[in-house]
């Protein structure tokens, strides 16, 4: 051990000088450990000597052992890198060899390799031309097949061989064979003409003996259908024929091109219309084109309910025909079309085309226009609700919300709405509610003009819910919350005309009517619409960036809704105008108590002199003219705006009493039971109306009562124990003070604090002489 460290030490003194003082360590730990701070065990140290020894015996053996084998594994281990070395030389040699081998055979094979490249590109020149021959027979095929059912007269047979080719058609849409392309496509153009016009000759035919389109009533229809002479013939061949069109759907959506509105009305794409039902709408689109179109009376810029209405009537009539004769049929094809929904489709197809054609000549008078949006309101309500018109499908709304008529419509919606809110609030029973003499009805007592303000909101927010997209529905609650902020500003403008006399009908109608709008605005903000408009919102914001992260999550988080900032406003203004109102009163009610609070409190009677206690006559004043003003707030006020105020009232009225009354007077014992007989008896029963403990409302009146008529044996043990607890500033005294706490409580003081307590028990009079 001594030889390897020493070699170390030659190597690297400081390695030294760190292992030997790690060995130096390890020999304190070892001897701490085997034999202590006890001389006795001393005794073992022959012992562990003889271990150690056997120990070191052990290590230079092994240490023997491994510098004996390291040099024969170091010797295997040089010879199999010898032999590995002398392997890999070896396949060296054969790999170059090889490689030679290989670029010989490939410069004597090229010739070979470029001649085989070009048989194989005429072979896959030949297979093309082939399968090209075979694409050709099989559409010639194909054609001659339908050639031959219709030379027999077998429609059917030669509608499903087309719906064949036209699969075949749609098949080699990725081809880059143009010429083949065409030649089908001009094929399938050339047998669906045929076939369309022959069916389309015979179901019009069928539709004709039906008395096809069904315009009167219902009512009127089923004599006329009932008399139509082989029905049972003529509804087989109407099936027959309407399953055979259903065939040609793939082939005419491949040769014809939909028709479509322009791009800036943004109408959602669907599926074409199933031909058969085209053409039962056939007649009613010459109709309706030739009613509402040119110079006819009946098309008219200022009536849009006359097309409006002939769509619907045309609905109507024929929803039981489609329900009960066309649907079934498409049912037996295994189809998922509603008949009766393609049928309204296609009519209100008509609708947009005829909207897009009227409104850029009603943009510029406000009168037609806001006429026109209503009819379209009107018959957009009814196509849902009474005809079961999915929202997916193109409907009036989408050309509403184009661009500028979208803007158009904002801008009448505003003009309108700001001369509806002129006339409200200039009418003479603006403020006063309409329901006022029915009391269970008027919990709100909401003026008229808050009352049509907020129908006029709804009325609005059920115009543009129907609006296809959320950004359209956003800029519409944009315009209402301007709406909602004018009215605020508009009532603060009455408001202040009105501060002279805060307790005056019209201010509390003022005030009622912004708690109203708060309250409505409040429950809208839990309507599933607005909070899918919330939803809307926290998208829109987060892709422009235009809120905070704070109020996204609030937004998202529903802590807040979308009416927020108007609710703060409207409650910051309800709060000023209650807070006008209590100052008000309480002026007037400090202004009767300047008497009773220069009451004697100090020479007035023992209750025991009393026969019967009384009010004083000093608070007469006081509590009549608190009465008379809670009385007449109460019939003007609702029920939550008055608990509110008699709440901030009763509040400051208890500090005034407790800071301007009794502590600033001396009580002797007749004083202090007089004032508990006014307080008690008098002021809180005024209250008691309007809850059941009103005294939990004057907490510090009360409890200043309770202190100055607690009979001289209380007072004095309580003023003791208030003393001690404030007799020193130690560390004690957090320690007494529970004991203080404790003894108020007993008492029934909650509010007070025991500084406050020995106020009150200074300004008895009534002590003993010792006591004092």
Known sequence: MSAVITMAAEEDPAVTEVESCEITQHVAEFIEKELGNDPKSLKKLPQITEELALY?????????????????????????????????????????????????HLVTAQPLIEELKVSIGQI??????????????QIEELSDCIQQHLMTNSVSDAANTLVSMAELDIKLQESSCTHLLNFIRSTVKFWHKILKDRLTNDFEEVLKQLHWPLIGPQQVQAPALASVANSTELYNNLETLFIQLLKLQTSDELITKPKQLPEKYDIPLSVPIAIPIQLMLLPLQKRFKYHFSGNRQTNMLNKPEWYLTQVLMWIGNHTKFFEQRIQPIIDKTGSFLDARLEFSRGLVMLVLEKMSADIPRLLYDDNLFCHMVDEILLFEKELHSAHGYINSLPSCMHILSEETCFQKWLTVERKFALEKMDSVLSSEAAWTSQYKDIMDVDEMKAPDCAETFMTLLLVITDRYKGLPTAGRKLQFL???????DDFRIRLTQVMKEETRSPLGSRYCAILNAVNYIAAVLADWADNVFFLQLQQAAIEACGETNNMTEL???????????????????????????????????????????????????????SQSDQAVMSLSSSACPLLLTLRDLLLQLEQELCHSLFKSFWQMLAE???????????????????????????MARNLFPLFAHYCKRPENYFK????????????????????????????????????QQPTASAALNEIGIYKLAPQDVEILLNLRTNWPSSGK
């Not at 202190?707 to 957090?734: C, K, P, Y």
Request: hydrophobic share 40%; glycine share 4%; with cysteine.
């Open 551 to 605: 109020q996204l999550g609030q937004l998202a988080s529903l802590e807040s809704s979308v009416f927020d900032i108007m609710i703060d406003l409207l409650e910051r203004l309800r709060h000023d105008m209650l807070t006008r109102q209590v100052e008000h009163v309480f002026r007037e009610v400090k202004d009767k108590a300047k008497l009773y609070k220069k009451e004697r409190w100090l020479f007035l009677p």
């Open 478 to 484: 944009e315009l209402q919350k301007e709406l909602i």
């Open 652 to 678: 400051k009225l208890d500090l005034f009493i407790y800071q301007d009354i009794i502590l600033a007077n001396h009580f002797n014992e007749g004083g202090s039971a007089q004032l508990q007989f006014d």
């Open 56 to 104: 070191k015996k052990t290590l230079e053996e092994q240490v023997l052992t491994v510098s004996s084998e390291v040099p024969k594994k170091i010797e295997n281990a040089f010879k199999n890198a010898e032999n590995s070395k002398k392997l890999l030389n070896g396949i060296i040699k054969k790999e170059a060899i090889l490689a030679e081998s290989i670029n010989n």
């Open 124 to 137: 896959e020149e030949i297979e093309r031309h082939l399968w090209y021959l075979k694409w050709i027979s």
């Open 700 to 735: 510090q009146v009360k409890e200043a009562c309770i202190i100055l008529n607690l009979n001289v044996g209380s007072a004095l043990l309580l003023r003791e124990v208030l003393q001690a607890t404030s007799g020193t500033m130690t560390d004690t005294t957090n320690i």
